[in-house]
């Protein structure tokens, strides 16, 4: 069974500062590895993905991201910080191309960026 | 481009009454999931189709029902609510098979409240 391990569920970083979301997952197979942003009161809206080939992905709004099959990580940066970025992020793993295993998701990690 | 549209997007219920949370999607896509968000706990599949006609249980389907008669909706019945289906539940949706990446398309949501 898959599952989604994301450490921290809360993290604060000061405004200009290096974002880093830690995701580490479990798959019997290869996966497709996803990120998804939640800002207050709105639904989930795709901020990258890696499905086959290079393994650092990159994003909207500057986020990217490295699949480390050794490590079984896809851990979230960004460089700089920005105000705008307070929000929740979500690791999700799904099976390739299987629609009869749906997305499982982590617990979320909201970040918080300080002025 | 409508994507996938839920109504209502807020709602507060008496304990015992029943409602039904639309969601329909305009990208033809085959796959559909309804999962409930709450404080903490990330987000949890409570029932999935794989096409019309065909749905089955997530991980927390009790007290919900579904129906899938057309491609593009997918409604989620609560029968006699309880204040532990207060939650905000999200409608999704994706394709899966040869050429895709398996990515959901996430509806805003709708927040029920019990009492």
């Known amino acids: 069974a898959q599952s989604v391990t994301q450490l921290g569920s809360h993290v604060s970083v000061s405004e200009g500062a290096l974002v880093l979301l830690r995701c580490n997952y479990s798959s019997s197979v290869p996966p497709y590895l996803f990120w998804y942003v939640q800002y207050p009161n709105q639904g989930l809206q795709l901020l990258l993905k890696y499905t086959t080939g290079a393994t650092l992905v990159k994003g909207i709004n500057g986020f990217e991201a490295e699949f480390k099959k050794s490590e079984t990580s896809f851990h979230l940066t960004k460089p700089s910080a920005h105000m705008s970025d307070a929000a929740e992020y979500f690791c999700?793993?799904?099976?390739?191309?299987?629609?009869?295993?749906?997305?499982?998701f982590g617990k979320g990690t909201r970040l918080s960026v300080i002025a | 481009n409508a994507g996938v549209t839920q109504t209502p997007k807020f709602r507060i219920l008496k304990i015992g009454q029943s409602m039904t949370l639309q969601c329909t999607q305009d990208m033809n896509h085959n796959y559909m999931y309804w999962y409930r968000q709450d404080p903490g706990m990330g987000l949890k599949l409570i029932y999935y189709?794989?096409?019309?006609?065909?749905?089955d249980k997530g991980e927390v389907p009790n007290g919900y029902n579904v129906s899938r008669s057309t491609t593009e909706d997918f409604p989620l019945r609560l029968e006699l609510a309880a204040p532990s289906q207060t939650s905000v539940y999200f409608c999704?949706?994706?394709?899966?098979?040869?050429?895709?990446?398996?990515?959901?398309?996430f509806g805003e949501g709708s927040r029920l409240t019990v009492l």
């Open positions: 189709s794989v096409g019309a006609g065909i749905t």
């Open positions: 999704a949706s994706r394709t899966v098979g040869q050429g895709a990446t398996g990515e959901l398309f």
């Open positions: 999700a793993v799904s099976e390739i191309n299987s629609g009869n295993t749906p997305l499982v």
